[in-house]
Antibody, heavy 119, light 108 residues
Framework: QVTLRESGPALVKPTQTLTLTCTFS??????????VSWVRQPPGKALEWLAL???????YYSTSLKTRLTISKDTSKNQVVLTMTNMDPVDTATYYC???????????WGQGTMVTVSS | DIQMTQSPSSLSASVGDRVTITCRAS??????LNWYQQKPGKAPKLLIY???SLQSGVPSRFSGSGSGTDFTLTISSLQPEDFATYYC??????????FGQGTRLEIK
């Protein structure tokens, strides 16, 4: 059974750095073609893709957020970590990680973690 | 980035109705189009991948069609559990993945 679970702080202050961890099971990020992406959703708004890391450790970022994002993986721990710097209240959202293969749909999602940015 | 535009943004329908949601891409994306259902407080759930393939476990009343720039999601006979928000997503320009703005399906 494939599962993903996001974890991280529920509240961060403006200008702080957010670190989120996606812990997964049931698949290996070493498998050729495998990817994990991060997606966020502000309250009442649409989904926004943020970043992707693939089996070959290639990393890709949203054009609009690339200067603030870093994605990494720890294959031995089955984890993918996303950091976002200089947090702002507009970054308040539910953050999801999801599994997919390149060019394919996101077939399994985590349950999401809500992050509020407020002083 | 490829822009994805869904229509309508919201829709009211009754149980048993046939419903169609449209998604248009700003450029051709072949068949790299996926549909998700999201219920309040829940993660999105994959319904249709590659424009017309039904994800395992998804009821057959859901279907998808289209290629190039124009795509549709059809629910043949609405059930109470289908009232949710639906999103299209293009994976053609991976890693620059984009979603539509969503279509909220409400009970009439």
């Amino acid at each position: 059974q494939v599962t993903l679970r996001e974890s991280g702080p529920a509240l961060v202050k403006p200008t702080q750095t957010l670190t989120l961890t996606c812990t997964f099971s049931g698949f290996s990020l070493s498998t050729s073609g495998m990817c994990v992406s991060w997606v966020r959703q502000p309250p009442g708004k649409a989904l926004e893709w943020l970043a992707l890391i693939d089996w070959d450790d290639d990393k890709y970022y949203s054009t609009s957020l690339k200067t603030r994002l870093t994605i990494s993986k720890d294959t031995s721990k089955n984890q993918v970590v996303l950091t976002m710097t200089n947090m702002d209240p507009v970054d308040t959202a539910t953050y999801y990680c999801a599994r997919h293969c390149r060019y394919d749909a996101f077939d399994i999602w985590g349950q999401g973690t809500m992050v509020t940015v407020s002083s | 980035d490829i822009q994805m535009t869904q229509s309508p943004s919201s829709l009211s329908a009754s149980v048993g109705d046939r419903v169609t949601i449209t998604c248009r891409a700003s450029q051709s994306i072949s068949s790299y189009l996926n549909w998700y259902q999201q219920k309040p407080g829940k993660a999105p759930k994959l319904l249709i991948y590659a424009a017309s393939s039904l994800q395992s476990g998804v009821p057959s009343r859901f279907s998808g069609s289209g290629s190039g720039t124009d795509f549709t999601l059809t629910i043949s006979s609405l059930q109470p559990e289908d009232f949710a928000t639906y999103y299209c997503q293009q994976s053609y320009s991976t890693p620059s993945i984009t979603f539509g703005q969503g279509t909220r399906l409400e009970i009439k």
